[in-house]
C-alpha cells in the first residue's frame, strides 16, 4: 500500500502524479471498526471488478481535533494504526488530506473540484451518514451531483450488531464505561494501545509483580480505568499478562494523568525503551484504593490468575 499525503489546494503536478481510473472509499474512519470495514471492502470489491486501485481518502488530524470540539477524547485508530490496517484490508493507495483550518472553511463544490475530480475517481464509496464541506453541507447526494456524471457514488447502509448501529461514537462510550467485550465486538478485533516501555516508580518489583510502564506514542482514546488481561506483542514475541490504567490511589493521592503499567507473565528480559503493542482483551475490574499493601498484592494475585483463565495462557 502506497501513502500519500495531500493538502488543499492540492497542486496540479500532484494530482497529474496520481491521477488514474480508480475506486476511492471517503471518510474519516477512526476505529477502523465494522462499519467502516463495509465500506472499505465494498470500495476494493468495486476496484477489483474494474480492475483498477483501490484507495482510501481521509484526513488527519481529526477535524474534532482541529475545531477543538470538546466531546473529543483523542484516536481510536492513530495515523500509524490505520496505514497497517488497511494494508491488510486490501486497499492499494491511502490519501491522508491534511486538516486544518482553511480546509474546514472550503465547500463541497470546491473540495469535489479541487481534492477529487483531477485524480479521476471512476466511483465513490462513502457510508450513510457521510458528511463533507463547509459545516457538513455536502452528502452522498451532493457528492454524486458534483461528480458531474464522471464519478459515480455509492452508498453503503449502517452495518448493524443486534440490532445497533456500530458507530465510532458508540465505541468510545463503550471504552470510556469499560463495556470492553462490547467496543472490541464493534471493532471486529481487540482495542490496542502501542507505546515505549519507560521508567516508571519500580513499585511493582517490589511486591512481586515487576510491570513495563507504557508511554503511550498517541493520543488514544484512554479507556476506563482498571484492570485488563491483554495480549501483548513485542518483537517477534507474543506475549500475555495483565494491565492497570489508573492513578494507581493506594499509592497516591490527586494524580490526574493515568498509567499503563503491563505484568507479563514469566517473563524477566529488559525491555526499557522497547516498543510494545498491547491489546485489550477483556476488562477484569475497576480501579480502587486498598487499605494495604497486603490487600493490594493479593488482589493483584488474584487478578493474573483472572487474566491467564481469561487469555487461556497456561505457564
Not at 500500500?1 to 474519516?28: D, F, H, I, K, N
Not at 484490508?89 to 483550518?101: C, K, P, S, T
Not at 472550503?106 to 479521476?120: H, N
Not at 514469566?266 to 503493542?277: C, H, T
Amino acid at each position: 500500500m502506497r501513502t500519500v499525503t495531500l493538502s488543499y489546494p492540492m497542486l496540479p503536478e500532484t494530482a497529474a502524479e496520481w491521477a488514474q481510473p480508480q475506486v476511492v472509499a471517503l471518510g474519516q474512519f477512526d476505529g477502523l471498526h465494522l462499519g467502516h470495514a463495509s465500506v472499505i471492502t465494498s470500495a476494493v470489491a468495486l476496484a477489483r471488478q474494474a480492475g483498477v486501485p483501490a484507495a482510501v481518502m481521509t484526513f488527519y488530524p481529526h477535524p474534532k481535533d482541529v475545531m477543538g470540539k470538546g466531546d473529543y477524547e483523542g484516536y481510536l485508530t492513530p495515523s500509524r494504526d490505520k496505514q497497517e490496517l488497511l494494508a491488510g484490508m486490501g486497499v492499494d493507495i491511502l490519501y491522508i488530506i491534511a486538516f486544518n483550518e482553511e480546509l474546514s472553511r472550503v465547500s463541497p463544490v470546491d473540495f469535489v473540484s479541487v481534492m477529487l475530480l483531477p485524480l479521476q475517481i471512476v466511483t465513490a464509496v462513502v457510508g450513510f451518514d457521510f458528511r463533507f464541506g463547509y459545516k457538513g453541507e455536502g452528502d452522498a447526494d451532493t457528492l454524486r451531483e458534483l461528480g458531474q456524471g464522471v464519478m459515480n457514488v455509492e452508498t453503503v447502509s449502517p452495518f448493524l450488531l443486534e440490532g445497533e448501529k456500530v458507530s465510532s461514537s458508540g465505541i468510545r462510550k463503550c471504552l470510556l464505561n469499560g463495556e470492553l467485550d462490547k467496543a472490541n465486538a464493534w471493532f471486529g478485533r481487540c482495542y490496542h494501545l502501542r507505546g515505549i516501555v519507560g521508567h516508571g516508580e519500580k513499585r511493582g518489583r517490589t511486591i512481586g509483580f515487576p510491570t513495563a510502564n507504557l508511554q503511550l506514542e498517541d493520543r488514544y482514546v484512554i479507556p476506563a480505568k482498571g484492570v485488563y488481561a491483554v495480549k501483548v506483542f513485542y518483537k517477534e514475541d507474543v506475549l500475555y499478562g495483565v494491565m492497570n490504567v489508573g492513578v494507581k490511589p493506594t499509592f497516591h493521592d490527586g494524580m490526574i494523568a493515568p498509567s499503563f503499567e503491563v505484568h507479563l507473565f514469566d517473563f524477566a528480559g529488559d525491555i526499557y525503551g522497547q516498543e510494545l503493542k498491547v491489546e485489550l482483551v477483556s476488562f477484569i475490574r475497576s480501579e480502587r484504593k486498598f487499605e494495604s499493601i497486603q490487600a493490594l498484592i493479593a488482589q493483584i494475585g488474584a487478578d493474573a490468575e483472572t487474566a491467564k483463565g481469561l487469555l487461556g495462557y497456561h505457564s
